[in-house]
């Protein structure tokens, strides 16, 4: 049972930390440029609507049964709110600091680093805390439903 719980554990370590950093780096661009706002936010918005449970006979058939299907579907379950949290406190950014830091000739970089984190920090811990909720569930959920039939086999 121990070398079960450790595996589930990995498993669902490995999928929340790559979804997580795809999350956050996916927010960022999002956050960034208004036309890639524009282009992919609505599919976000709409991806979120569907529960993440609801994917997994589509990520069965793309990726078998297997670990990688199971990190998959943890990873999508971690994804979606991190990228969405991400991109409000991106945009939540006061306008009078964005004019102060124009003002000041910040490079991009410095806007991304002194203005749009500090301001995106609490979206970002709260993205992460549900992401670290909806993994666990998309873990249960992928063990419980994607096995391999072994009442078949015995």
């Known amino acids: 049972m121990l070398r079960n719980l450790a595996a589930s554990l990995m498993r669902d370590v490995v999928g929340f930390t790559l979804g997580s950093l795809i999350g956050i780096v996916i927010g960022t661009i999002l956050g960034l440029s208004r036309v890639a706002d524009r282009l992919l936010m609505p599919s976000f918005k709409g991806l979120r609507q569907i529960a993440i449970l609801a994917w997994i006979p589509l990520i069965s058939i793309w990726f078998g049964v297997g670990e990688a299907a199971k990190m998959v579907v943890i990873m999508a379950a971690a994804l979606i ?15 009078q600091l964005v004019e102060v830091a124009r003002t000041l000739t910040f490079t991009r970089w410095q806007f991304v680093t002194r203005l749009y984190l500090p301001s995106a920090l609490p979206s970002i811990a709260t993205g992460v805390h549900l992401a670290l909720i909806y993994a666990w569930v998309a873990s249960i959920g992928s063990e419980y439903f994607m096995t391999i039939g072994r009442a078949s086999a015995a």
Do not use: D, F, I, K
Not at 89 to 95: C, D, E, I, K, L
């Open 81 to 95: 709110p991190v990228v969405l949290n991400r991109h409000e406190g991106m945009r939540s950014a006061s306008t």
